[in-house]
């Protein structure tokens, strides 16, 4: 069980979100879109911290009897929100943080490229690539 | 002097009473013919579809009744279908009726000119690409040489099949390609090579449509039609030097053949008249967004081709860009990982002509092909070809740490020059590492400290940063202490 998304900045709406397995589907955007309280919580409690690495990592937004839910945001206020079985107890923190920053780095390859246009679906076959090698890492 | 058909047609041969047909047809026409033929076959069975042989004969711009007496005097009407020998008569009844001999049996029997087909739509697309369809004339000059890697694979593949008709190509592979270069030049305007103006003719436009695309206007990629003539010229005289390597490239559609590598990198010169510096993504999307490819397939190119993910594209990065949009107008599917000819190293390496032209360097020139060399073998970046271009890119405009570079490229001047061959590479390993990947030292920080300690005279060190707390502690005891003494 697994989920990763990447949210839209000013709108927030999903600009890429995939998950396995593939079915319930609809229960985890739901999940995505209540954990994005949270997570705009967690910015405006921010004020003017350091503009650190780490404070792009959210951490655990919330835990569920399910699942667990962790949240990154970047300097543009692009979030990333990931979601993970609870009864997965092998994935530590440290792991979940090496998987954002290769999330937002593959985000920042898609953001350099002249054709995409901010605010499109994700739709790079890069970035999907590296999300399938994090799912096969996690299941 | 030629080997008749294969198998069961032979039959039918003899029964329409053309058995003697077949020793009169010519070498040319021959291989002509049979390549023809197996265009229209599919593979399993021994005679032409009906369809394909229809569209080829209506691709020879006859009027239908003419094509019909054709039909029926190879003797298909009869047999029912289009075996070998039926296939070559109508195929020489179509050179005698564009030469303006009547339908007849006896006007076989004369020397007559290869038949003429116009804008053969194709269905293999990779096999036959039709060469009009790009960006006006100077297109022609990829395009064919890619079609004659195409031509020489099918050709290849065709030679396993021991029912193919009459393969005397067999014997002699390296001349085959010159036909086969020679008949998509054909297609339309005779044989004349000056016919380059004959591609803006609509047919080829309107008959071909696998390809999203306008008309060939030679505005779109800025008129040059005196470079592309020389250049096609010059590709086809070529060819003939080329054909001992022709096995060379004969598989490799991604193999950028030189003519391909001028073409490029004059159009980046249009772009950027510094050959050692880049193209901005704006400036390359539009330029790109000419060939009409649809986004996602550009932004799937530049995905391939800008492989250190600046935005920006190097020479070499903008030549495999270039090379996988004209191939991908030619019909050829993206690949998901950029081939191994396309890489930046490997096209840098294949030409060193750009690196001479460095401005920044040129107290360094001797040192550059040198070093260049000792950059092929330590390919610990993937970036590392692109160092010498990096480094002016870094002083024209600030990238992330260019302060830092800055100070080690200025460090650079005073080195005396024993030196400069090591630490143009350290240097440039350092400050491409910087600029590439600024954010993945996290992840190797050890390799550039090593490469910082293999020059033997380090530049001279940043300036230490100031002393700050990581931590959220909000004291800054420093400060207060300083103040205070």
Known sequence: LFLVSVICPSQNYPLYIRSVPTENELKFHYTVHTSLDVVDEKISAMGKALVDQRELYLGLLYPTEDYKVYGYVTNSKVKFVMVVDSSNTALRDNEIRSMFRKLHNSYTDIMCNPFYNPGDRIHSRAFDNMVNSMMMQVC | MEQGPAGGTAAAATATGLGGLLPLLSESEQQRYSELFLRCLPPPEAAAGGSSV???????????????????????????????AQFYIALKLIAAAQSGFPVRIESIKNELPLPRFMALKNDSEVHYGTPAELHGVKFQVPHTTLEKNSYKRTEEGDKQEPKSPSMSP???????????????????????????????????????????QDGPSSGNYGPKPALACSTLNRSLSAEREQQDSSTHYSDDPWRITEEQRDYYINQFRSLQPDLNSFISGSVAKNFFTKSKLPIP?????????????????????????????????????????????????????????????????????????????????????????????????????????????????????????????????????????????????????????????????????????????????????????????
């Open chain 2, 170 to 212: 067999i014997c002699s592979p390296p001349a085959s390609p010159s036909t086969y270069q020679r008949i998509p030049l054909s297609y339309g305007y005779g044989k004349s090579r000056s016919g380059l103006e004959h591609q803006h003719g609509a047919p080829y436009e309107v008959r071909h449509s696998t390809h999203q």
């Open chain 2, 297 to 485: 397939e550009l932004s799937h190119i530049w995905e391939l081709s800008d492989v250190d993910c600046d935005g920006a594209l190097t020479l070499p990065e903008f030549c495999a860009a270039f090379h996988l949009v004209v191939a991908r107008k030619n019909g050829y599917q993206l690949p998901e990982t950029l081939p191994e000819t396309l890489l930046p190293e490997y096209l840098q390496a294949a030409s060193l002509k750009p690196m001479h032209d460095c401005a920044l360097f040129d107290t360094y020139s001797e040192s550059l092909p040198g070093s260049q060399q000792t950059r092929d073998f330590s390919r610990t970046e993937k970036t590392s070809a692109e160092e010498v271009p990096d480094n002016s890119a870094l002083l024209q405009d600030g990238k992330k740490d260019d302060k830092q570079a800055l100070k080690v490229s200025t460090a650079l001047k005073t080195i005396p020059k024993e030196f400069q061959h090591l630490t143009v590479k350290t240097a440039a390993q350092e400050s491409n590492a910087l600029k590439a990947r600024p954010r993945s030292r996290s992840y190797s920080s050890t390799s550039i400290e090593d490469a910082m300690k293999k020059g033997e005279e380090p530049p001279t060190p940043p300036p230490r940063p100031q002393k700050s707390h990581s931590r959220a502690s909000s004291l800054d005891l420093n400060k207060i202490f300083q103040q205070n003494t």
């Open chain 2, 54 to 84: 229809g569209e080829l004969f209506r691709a020879s711009q006859l009027p239908p009744d003419t094509l019909l007496q054709i039909t029926e005097v190879c003797g298909a009407k009869r047999v029912g279908y289009f075996g070998p």
